[in-house]
């Protein structure tokens, strides 16, 4: 049997809850009553989203991306840290 459980949040925390529910792709009831039943069983509340990068992150990943597919801005590999520590030191 479902029931309807009221409760006052701030209009922003519940658009933004509303939001993370739609880019999850289910109802904010759902993560409402899933959250419910995990503080039921477990007694415990954690909090937990994914990462989001920023714009400007996703600029320096996807340049990244075209140094390493062109094979320049790129630090040679290192047997020792003794010759880490010289190619440092040259820069």
């Known amino acids: 049997m479902k029931t309807i459980l009221n409760i006052k949040v701030d ?3 519940k658009e933004q809850a509303f939001e993370v529910a739609r880019d999850m792709g289910v109802p ?3 993560l409402t009553n899933a959250f419910l039943k995990r503080l039921i069983t477990e ?3 954690t909090f937990t989203a994914p990462l989001i990068p920023s714009k400007k992150l996703i600029r320096i990943l996807e340049q ?3 140094d ?3 094979g320049i801005n790129l630090s ?3 047997t020792d840290v003794k010759d880490m520590d010289a ?3 040259r820069l």
Do not use: G, M, Q
């Open 11 to 13: 209009k922003e925390v």
């Open 28 to 30: 904010l009831s759902t």
């Open 43 to 45: 007694r415990t509340a």
């Open 64 to 66: 990244a991306n075209k």
């Open 68 to 70: 390493i597919k062109k």
């Open 76 to 78: 040679p590999v290192f």
């Open 87 to 89: 190619y440092l030191r």
